[in-house]
């Protein structure tokens, strides 16, 4: 029970962010709520094995136009950044994978895909627009959060990005 409810605490913290602002700032700093989800590979994969990078954390669907067109810049940040510490995770919130599956076979990427059909972990971090993205520090904070997707938003994830690298 008390697990639950520190989560929930954290996953609260996590949604006043996202309501406050889509810059949080280094006083930002709230713990990222932990989560196991099956990878596209069929393996388990946790937010805290990630501990020591710099992790973006994306929730996305198949069906999300901006979220298809994002994927393939997700990518290249991935591949430019993944031998300095860094990590993309993809969390499809597609409820069939299939879907989600059929989309990474015409647009493949090389970061971890994960699959919450229930929506449980995009609830932890109050995800309400598609896609969302989070920016994790090496520590396991949120620092930087951005719902929705447009066209220049790539630099802002690439200035975080650069910034928490560098601490």
Request: overall charge positive; hydrophobic content about 40%; glycine content about 6%.
């Amino acid at each position: 029970m008390k697990n639950q409810l520190v989560t929930s605490f954290k996953g609260i913290i996590v949604a006043a962010i996202f309501a406050l602002s889509a810059n949080a700032t280094a006083q930002d700093k709230v713990q990222a709520p932990d989560f196991t989800l099956k990878s596209i590979t069929g393996e388990n994969k946790r937010l805290s094995d990630f501990r020591g990078q710099v992790v973006l954390l994306n929730f996305w669907a198949s069906w999300c136009v901006p979220c298809r067109a994002e994927m393939p810049i997700l990518n290249d940040i991935h591949q430019k950044y993944e031998p300095l510490g860094f990590a993309v995770l993809g969390v499809n919130v597609d409820q069939k994978s299939e879907k989600a599956i059929k989309y990474l076979k015409d647009t493949p990427v090389d970061f971890p895909v994960l699959y919450d059909p229930d929506g449980k972990v995009s609830k932890l971090y109050s995800v309400s627009a598609m896609p969302s993205t989070a920016i994790i520090d090496r520590d396991g904070n949120v620092r930087y959060i951005h719902p929705g997707y447009k066209d220049g938003d790539a630099e802002k994830y690439r200035a975080k990005i650069k910034e928490l690298m560098r601490e």
